[in-house]
């Protein structure tokens, strides 16, 4: 599995050691503060990114996707 680090990541709640880590060509688990906090899918080349306690900004899923993205 790939996986993207980010010491202090753009992000609007300020995770600690955020990190994605590509499953496969259509799930990706994002991590931070030592816990799975979601994810991102892509169906029909859109991408998405759902999360279970935080409330995201359109920049904090852009910056998600783009460095999904890389992975």
Not at 13 to 28: A, S
Not at 31 to 51: H, K, L, P
Not at 65 to 71: C, H, N, S
């Given at each position: 599995?790939?996986?993207?680090?980010?010491?202090?990541?753009?992000?609007s709640?300020?995770?600690?050691?955020?990190?994605?880590?590509?499953?496969?060509?259509?799930?990706?688990?994002i991590?931070?503060?030592?816990?799975?906090?979601?994810?991102?899918?892509?169906?029909?080349?859109?991408?998405?990114?759902?999360?279970?306690?935080?409330?995201?900004?359109?920049?904090?899923?852009?910056?998600l996707?783009?460095?999904?993205?890389?992975?």
């Open positions: 599995m790939k996986t993207v680090r980010f010491d202090k990541p753009p992000i709640f300020n995770p600690y050691n955020l990190f994605i880590e590509k499953q496969n060509d259509v799930y990706h688990k991590f931070a503060d030592g816990f799975e906090i979601g994810y991102i899918i892509t169906r029909n080349n859109e991408w998405v990114v759902q999360m279970e306690k935080y409330i995201l900004t359109d920049n904090d899923k852009e910056f996707i783009d460095a999904a993205k890389q992975l």
